[in-house]
C-alpha cells in the first residue's frame, strides 16, 4: 500500500472515539480524536463529518436563562467581549429561527450491508450459529463468503482482491489522493458506533482480537469494495453545514451558561474557604475512604452527619493498576482506569481455616456454570427451543410475576442466594502475565499504600478505616456496567477496596512505611467495603475483624443504616420508605430510571474536606481529597491532574454529547434495545452500534433533560504557581486547558484564598 493512502487512514482514523463493550462501558470523550483542537472547531468538524449539533438547543438555552442558570448578565458581557452588541434576545431569536436540516443517508443500503457483516464477525458468544472462517481475519472472511451474498449482488472470487491492501490501493487508483482522506474519513464517520468499537477493539487488543483479528484498513476495503460493487457513493459532496456565526453564537451562550455555574459554586465555597480549619487533636472514630465519584458526595455528607466519621475522596481503583479474575464465572476483567496499564493480577485464595467451604463453593459454582450454559444451548439451539419454552413458561411466568409485584422481595432473594465470597476468601495479588503466584515485592506494596496517603494528605490515624469501594445493582439494564466504578473500567471497586485493606494492615508494610516517617497504631484495622449507589447501602466485608474491634464496628454499622435512610430520602426526594423504594428500584425489571449515575456532573474540586464538608453540592461535583501543605513538591497534586482529572473530563464530555445529541452520540431509548454480540446495542431491528449513554440516563421525560451539558469545571486549592509548574511540564494537560475542553480554577491559599482562572498559554485571570 502506497504511502499516501497509509497517511490518509492514520489521519481519517482520528476521527474516531471509542465505543466500550456493555460489560465494561467506560466513559469516554466521543470527540476524543478532536482534542488538538479548540472545542469550538472540534465542534465544527464533528458536525461536518457526522452531520450533528453539539451545543444544546435554543429551547434549552431559554430554559436556562428562565430558571437562573444562565444569569442575563454574564451572558450579555460575553456577548459583548465578542462584539454582539444587541440584546440577548435578539440572538436567541436567531437560534430559535435556525431550521435543523436533516441530511438523506444516500448509502443507507450500504450502512445496512456493513452493520450485517460488522455484527456476525465481532459476535462474541451471543449467537448460537458462528460465522465461518472467523480466524482468517475479517477481510478474509469476508471474501470467502460474500459471494454468497444476494444482497451485495452475483460475483466471483477471483474478482476480488486477495488482501484488504490490494483492494484499498485498487478502488483509490480512480480518484485524486488529495481526495484520499476525505473518502475514508466519510465511510469511518458512516457508522461511528460499529468503527467506535472497532477502534476500542483493535486498541485493547485482548483475546476476540487476537483470536479474530479486524483492522481498519480491513474495514475501509470491505466498505469500498462493497460501495463499488452496488453502486453506492465513494466521494462524498461537499455539503453547507451551516452558518459558522449561529455557531459561534451558540458556543457564546453555553459559556455564559458554564460562567453562571462557576460563580454560583464559587460563591458556595468562598465562605467555607476563609474560615480556618477545625484544630482538633481528637481522632475520629473511624475514616472512611469514598471514590470521588459524584453520587460520594451526598453518603458522605450523611455519614458524617451521624458521628464523628472522617470521609475522604480518592479515585475509586485505591491506586491497585490491577485486573480482577472472578471466582464466579473465571473471567478477568480490568479494574483500574483504561489509561492505566494493568501491573497486578488479583484473584481469590481461601482464608485460614476456610479450605473446606471454598472446595465446596468451587463445586457448586462448576454445577451453575453447567446448568447456566446448558440452559443457554437449549433456548438457543432452533431444535431444542420451542418445547423449552412451553415447558419452562410457567416457571418464567413465575418469576415475571414475582418480579413484576414484589421487586423488592426479589431483591432480598437474589441478595441472600448470592455468593457472599469475601466470607471465604480474601484477594491475593500477584504480578500480571506471570505464572509466579509468590506476590509482589514488597516495595510494590509499600508504594500502593503510601500513594493513597499522600494523595488524599493523610494526617492521623482512627482505629477503623474503611476503603469503600462501589457497585450498582439494576435489573434488566443492558448498561449496568455505566453504573459501576468508573476509575475501574466499570467494574465494582470492591475487589479494590478488599486489597488495599489486606496491605495495609500486613506487618512488613506498616514497618516499612515506620521507616518513611508514617506511623499507623497498632490498633488501626483496615477494612475493606462496598457502597451500592442504587440503594445506598454499605456492606462491609468485615470477616476478618478481631473481637477487639467489633463494638466499634457494630456501632459504625448501625450509623450506616441511618446514613442509607436519610441518603435515600435527600436523593429521591420523599420521607417515608426511601429505603423500600430504593430496594424496590434496584430490581424492578421495568424500570428504566433505577439510579441517575453521574448525571448533573459538572465539577471537580481538589482540596480538603473542611472545604465543602456540611455543604450540599446536590452531586454536581467530583470530590478529591487533597492537603496542599503536606504536597511539598507537588507531586500528589500532578498525579491527580494527571490521572483523576483527565478522567473527569472523559466522565463529563460521555454526558455533554450523550445529552446534546442523544440519537447521535448518545444510547437512544432503553425501550427499543437489542444486545448485539453480548457487547453492544443496537436501536430497534440494526442499524450503527449505540455509543453513548441512553436517554433515561440522562433525560426525565423524552424532552426534559435531568442532566445540564457543561464541560467540566475543576477548583483546586493549592498554591497557583504549583498547578503552573505542573501544566508547564504536561502537554497533554496543557492542550486540555488551552483548547477549552476543560475549565481549571486556583484557589489559592498563599494568597487570601484569591480565585484565578485559566485563560491559556498559562495566563491566569483573577476573579
Request: glycine share 6%.
Given at each position: 500500500?502506497?504511502?499516501?493512502?497509509?497517511?490518509?487512514?492514520?489521519?481519517?482514523?482520528?476521527?474516531?472515539?471509542?465505543?466500550?463493550?456493555?460489560?465494561?462501558?467506560?466513559?469516554?470523550?466521543?470527540?476524543?480524536?478532536?482534542?488538538?483542537?479548540?472545542?469550538?472547531?472540534?465542534?465544527?468538524?464533528?458536525?461536518?463529518?457526522?452531520?450533528?449539533?453539539?451545543?444544546?438547543?435554543?429551547?434549552?438555552?431559554?430554559?436556562?436563562?428562565?430558571?437562573?442558570?444562565?444569569?442575563?448578565?454574564?451572558?450579555?458581557?460575553?456577548?459583548?467581549?465578542?462584539?454582539?452588541?444587541?440584546?440577548?434576545?435578539?440572538?436567541?431569536?436567531?437560534?430559535?429561527?435556525?431550521?435543523?436540516?436533516?441530511?438523506?443517508?444516500?448509502?443507507?443500503?450500504?450502512?445496512?450491508?456493513?452493520?450485517?457483516?460488522?455484527?456476525?464477525?465481532?459476535?462474541?458468544?451471543?449467537?448460537?450459529?458462528?460465522?465461518?472462517?472467523?480466524?482468517?481475519?475479517?477481510?478474509?472472511?469476508?471474501?470467502?463468503?460474500?459471494?454468497?451474498?444476494?444482497?451485495?449482488?452475483?460475483?466471483?472470487?477471483?474478482?476480488?482482491?486477495?488482501?484488504?491492501?490490494?483492494?484499498?490501493?485498487?478502488?483509490?487508483?480512480?480518484?485524486?489522493?488529495?481526495?484520499?482522506?476525505?473518502?475514508?474519513?466519510?465511510?469511518?464517520?458512516?457508522?461511528?458506533?460499529?468503527?467506535?468499537?472497532?477502534?476500542?477493539?483493535?486498541?485493547?487488543?485482548?483475546?476476540?482480537?487476537?483470536?479474530?483479528?479486524?483492522?481498519?484498513?480491513?474495514?475501509?476495503?470491505?466498505?469500498?469494495?462493497?460501495?463499488?460493487?452496488?453502486?453506492?457513493?465513494?466521494?462524498?459532496?461537499?455539503?453547507?453545514?451551516?452558518?459558522?456565526?449561529?455557531?459561534?453564537?451558540?458556543?457564546?451562550?453555553?459559556?455564559?451558561?458554564?460562567?453562571?455555574?462557576?460563580?454560583?459554586?464559587?460563591?458556595?465555597?468562598?465562605?467555607?474557604?476563609?474560615?480556618?480549619?477545625?484544630?482538633?487533636?481528637?481522632?475520629?472514630?473511624?475514616?472512611?475512604?469514598?471514590?470521588?465519584?459524584?453520587?460520594?458526595?451526598?453518603?458522605?455528607?450523611?455519614?458524617?452527619?451521624?458521628?464523628?466519621?472522617?470521609?475522604?475522596?480518592?479515585?475509586?481503583?485505591f491506586g491497585i493498576a490491577m485486573d480482577y479474575q472472578s471466582l464466579a464465572d473465571g473471567i478477568t476483567r480490568k479494574s483500574c482506569p483504561p489509561i492505566v496499564g494493568s501491573a497486578y493480577k488479583v484473584t481469590e485464595i481461601p482464608r485460614q481455616n476456610k479450605e473446606?467451604?471454598?472446595?465446596?463453593?468451587?463445586?457448586?459454582?462448576?454445577?451453575?456454570?453447567?446448568?447456566?450454559?446448558?440452559?443457554?444451548?437449549?433456548?438457543?439451539?432452533?431444535?431444542?427451543?420451542?418445547?423449552?419454552?412451553?415447558?419452562?413458561?410457567?416457571?418464567?411466568?413465575?418469576?415475571?410475576?414475582?418480579?413484576?409485584?414484589?421487586?423488592?422481595k426479589m431483591y432480598h432473594l437474589d441478595n441472600k442466594k448470592a455468593s457472599k465470597t469475601e466470607h471465604i476468601c480474601q484477594p491475593d495479588i500477584n504480578m500480571n502475565n506471570q505464572d509466579d503466584t509468590s506476590g509482589i515485592p514488597i516495595a510494590d506494596k509499600?508504594?500502593?499504600?503510601?500513594?493513597?496517603?499522600?494523595?488524599?494528605?493523610?494526617?492521623?490515624?482512627?482505629?477503623?478505616?474503611?476503603?469503600?469501594?462501589?457497585?450498582?445493582?439494576?435489573?434488566?439494564?443492558?448498561?449496568?456496567?455505566?453504573?459501576?466504578?468508573?476509575?475501574?473500567?466499570?467494574?465494582?471497586?470492591?475487589?479494590?477496596?478488599?486489597?488495599?485493606?489486606?496491605?495495609?494492615?500486613?506487618?512488613?508494610?506498616?514497618?516499612?512505611?515506620?521507616?518513611?516517617?508514617?506511623?499507623?497504631?497498632?490498633?488501626?484495622?483496615?477494612?475493606?467495603?462496598?457502597?451500592?449507589?442504587?440503594?445506598?447501602?454499605?456492606?462491609?466485608?468485615?470477616?476478618?475483624?478481631?473481637?477487639?474491634?467489633?463494638?466499634?464496628?457494630?456501632?459504625?454499622?448501625?450509623?450506616?443504616?441511618?446514613?442509607?435512610?436519610?441518603?435515600?430520602?435527600?436523593?429521591?426526594?420523599?420521607?417515608?420508605?426511601?429505603?423500600?423504594?430504593?430496594?424496590?428500584?434496584?430490581?424492578?425489571?421495568?424500570?428504566?430510571?433505577?439510579?441517575?449515575?453521574?448525571?448533573?456532573?459538572?465539577?471537580?474540586?481538589?482540596?480538603?474536606?473542611?472545604?465543602?464538608?456540611?455543604?450540599?453540592?446536590?452531586?454536581?461535583?467530583?470530590?478529591?481529597?487533597?492537603?496542599?501543605?503536606?504536597?511539598?513538591?507537588?507531586?500528589?497534586?500532578?498525579?491527580?491532574?494527571?490521572?483523576?482529572?483527565?478522567?473527569?473530563?472523559?466522565?463529563?464530555?460521555?454526558?455533554?454529547?450523550?445529552?446534546?445529541?442523544?440519537?447521535?452520540?448518545?444510547?437512544?431509548?432503553?425501550?427499543?434495545?437489542?444486545?448485539?454480540?453480548?457487547?453492544?446495542?443496537?436501536?430497534?431491528?440494526?442499524?450503527?452500534?449505540?455509543?453513548?449513554?441512553?436517554?433515561?440516563?440522562?433525560?426525565?421525560?423524552?424532552?426534559?433533560?435531568?442532566?445540564?451539558?457543561?464541560?467540566?469545571?475543576?477548583?483546586?486549592?493549592?498554591?497557583?504557581?504549583?498547578?503552573?509548574?505542573?501544566?508547564?511540564?504536561?502537554?497533554?494537560?496543557?492542550?486540555?486547558?488551552?483548547?477549552?475542553?476543560?475549565?481549571?480554577?486556583?484557589?489559592?491559599?498563599?494568597?487570601?484564598?484569591?480565585?484565578?482562572?485559566?485563560?491559556?498559554?498559562?495566563?491566569?485571570?483573577?476573579?
Open positions: 500500500m502506497n504511502q499516501d493512502i497509509l497517511n490518509s487512514v492514520d489521519q481519517a482514523s482520528k476521527v474516531i472515539g471509542k465505543t466500550w463493550p456493555l460489560y465494561n462501558f467506560v466513559a469516554s470523550n466521543p470527540l476524543s480524536g478532536y482534542e488538538n483542537l479548540s472545542f469550538q472547531e472540534a465542534v465544527l468538524e464533528a458536525k461536518k463529518n457526522l452531520h450533528t449539533n453539539a451545543y444544546p438547543s435554543a429551547k434549552k438555552y431559554q430554559e436556562a436563562i428562565d430558571k437562573g442558570d444562565i444569569s442575563y448578565e454574564i451572558l450579555q458581557s460575553i456577548l459583548k467581549e465578542n462584539h454582539y452588541s444587541d440584546k440577548p434576545e435578539h440572538y436567541l431569536n436567531l437560534l430559535f429561527d435556525q431550521k435543523e436540516v436533516k441530511i438523506t443517508n444516500e448509502n443507507h443500503k450500504l450502512d445496512v450491508i456493513m452493520c450485517k457483516w460488522l455484527s456476525s464477525f465481532m459476535d462474541e458468544g451471543l449467537a448460537e450459529w458462528e460465522m465461518p472462517y472467523k480466524t482468517e481475519g475479517f477481510y478474509n472472511s469476508w471474501r470467502l463468503l460474500v459471494v454468497y451474498d444476494t444482497e451485495t449482488g452475483k460475483t466471483a472470487l477471483k474478482d476480488i482482491p486477495k488482501t484488504s491492501s490490494e483492494a484499498l490501493v485498487k478502488i483509490l487508483e480512480n480518484y485524486h489522493k488529495e481526495d484520499y482522506t476525505k473518502i475514508l474519513t466519510y465511510h469511518l464517520a458512516a457508522l461511528p458506533g460499529w468503527t467506535g468499537y472497532l477502534n476500542h477493539r483493535i486498541n485493547g487488543n485482548g483475546d476476540w482480537q487476537e483470536e479474530y483479528p479486524i483492522e481498519i484498513v480491513d474495514y475501509l476495503a470491505v466498505r469500498l469494495w462493497t460501495a463499488k460493487k452496488i453502486n453506492a457513493k465513494i466521494l462524498p459532496n461537499t455539503v453547507n453545514e451551516g452558518d459558522e456565526k449561529i455557531s459561534e453564537l451558540q458556543y457564546l451562550f453555553l459559556k455564559a451558561w458554564e460562567q453562571t455555574w462557576q460563580k454560583k459554586l464559587l460563591q458556595t465555597l468562598n465562605d467555607k474557604a476563609i474560615q480556618p480549619a477545625k484544630q482538633d487533636n481528637k481522632t475520629p472514630d473511624a475514616q472512611m475512604v469514598f471514590c470521588i465519584d459524584t453520587r460520594s458526595e451526598l453518603i458522605r455528607r450523611h455519614i458524617e452527619s451521624k458521628g464523628d466519621y472522617e470521609t475522604f475522596g480518592y479515585a475509586g481503583f473446606v467451604e471454598f472446595i465446596k463453593y468451587d463445586a457448586k459454582n462448576e454445577i451453575l456454570k453447567f446448568k447456566n450454559y446448558f440452559l443457554k444451548r437449549i433456548k438457543n439451539m432452533i431444535p431444542s427451543a420451542f418445547g423449552f419454552v412451553e415447558g419452562a413458561g410457567f416457571f418464567y411466568g413465575l418469576s415475571l410475576v414475582g418480579r413484576t409485584l414484589l421487586p423488592r509499600v508504594a500502593i499504600v503510601k500513594s493513597s496517603f499522600d494523595l488524599m494528605g493523610w494526617k492521623q490515624f482512627a482505629p477503623l478505616i474503611v476503603y469503600v469501594g462501589h457497585g450498582s445493582h439494576s435489573a434488566n439494564n443492558p448498561f449496568g456496567s455505566s453504573l459501576d466504578c468508573g476509575a475501574c473500567a466499570a467494574s465494582p471497586g470492591r475487589h479494590n477496596a478488599r486489597m488495599l485493606a489486606k496491605l495495609a494492615n500486613q506487618p512488613e508494610v506498616r514497618k516499612a512505611l515506620s521507616e518513611l516517617q508514617i506511623h499507623i497504631p497498632k490498633d488501626t484495622l483496615f477494612i475493606g467495603a462496598e457502597h451500592n449507589t442504587t440503594t445506598d447501602e454499605i456492606v462491609i466485608f468485615d470477616a476478618e475483624v478481631p473481637e477487639s474491634h467489633k463494638s466499634r464496628l457494630d456501632i459504625l454499622k448501625a450509623n450506616l443504616k441511618k446514613a442509607q435512610k436519610t441518603a435515600t430520602q435527600d436523593r429521591l426526594g420523599i420521607k417515608v420508605n426511601s429505603v423500600f423504594k430504593a430496594e424496590r428500584n434496584a430490581n424492578n425489571w421495568g424500570e428504566t430510571r433505577p439510579e441517575w449515575g453521574l448525571a448533573k456532573n459538572a465539577g471537580f474540586i481538589v482540596g480538603p474536606r473542611n472545604l465543602t464538608k456540611n455543604m450540599n453540592l446536590d452531586s454536581h461535583c467530583f470530590l478529591h481529597s487533597y492537603e496542599w501543605e503536606l504536597d511539598t513538591e507537588g507531586k500528589a497534586l500532578e498525579g491527580i491532574m494527571l490521572g483523576p482529572m483527565t478522567v473527569t473530563q472523559w466522565i463529563n464530555n460521555h454526558y455533554y454529547f450523550s445529552t446534546i445529541d442523544n440519537e447521535t452520540y448518545g444510547g437512544g431509548s432503553k425501550i427499543t434495545h437489542n444486545i448485539t454480540g453480548k457487547f453492544g446495542v443496537v436501536q430497534g431491528n440494526g442499524g450503527d452500534l449505540k455509543m453513548g449513554l441512553p436517554l433515561q440516563s440522562l433525560y426525565e421525560s423524552d424532552t426534559e433533560s435531568y442532566h445540564q451539558p457543561l464541560r467540566l469545571s475543576v477548583m483546586i486549592q493549592a498554591p497557583l504557581n504549583r498547578v503552573s509548574d505542573i501544566i508547564a511540564k504536561n502537554a497533554a494537560t496543557k492542550n486540555l486547558l488551552d483548547n477549552e475542553w476543560i475549565y481549571v480554577m486556583v484557589m489559592d491559599p498563599t494568597s487570601n484564598h484569591e480565585v484565578f482562572k485559566y485563560q491559556k498559554s498559562i495566563e491566569w485571570k483573577k476573579l
